[in-house]
């Protein structure tokens, strides 16, 4: 019982992490191809954002490498797609 309580926690942290990543994506996305500052609302809520936004897109790989290892580093692991998709992030920003 308490291995199926704790595997849909796992998931739901996985999910929440991964719909985090896209958001992320989204975020430097819209903020590298899009003049933000247009409209003078858009630039505040993005001058707001843009400290979460770096410290998550540092952090999560980390967290998600993280529980990857005590996934037991299962390479079917949700943690694993969310690791490689942070790094593809990280060097998106990087070039």
């Given at each position: 019982?308490?291995?199926?309580?704790?595997?849909?926690?796992?998931?739901?942290?996985?999910?929440?992490?991964?719909?985090?990543?896209?958001?992320?994506?989204?975020?430097?996305?819209?903020?590298?191809?899009?003049?933000?500052?247009d409209r003078a609302s858009v630039g505040a809520v993005f001058e707001i954002l843009w400290f979460p936004a770096v410290v998550l897109t540092f952090f999560l790989?980390?967290?998600?490498?993280?529980?990857?290892y005590r996934d037991n580093w299962n390479i079917k692991?949700?943690?694993?797609?969310?690791?490689l998709l942070s790094i593809a992030l990280l060097l998106w920003l990087a070039v």
């Open positions: 019982m308490n291995n199926v309580h704790q595997g849909r926690s796992r998931l739901r942290m996985a999910t929440v992490l991964l719909v985090i990543l896209l958001l992320l994506f989204l975020y430097w996305f819209i903020g590298t191809q899009v003049n933000v500052y790989p980390i967290f998600s490498a993280f529980q990857w692991s949700i943690f694993l797609l969310i690791v």
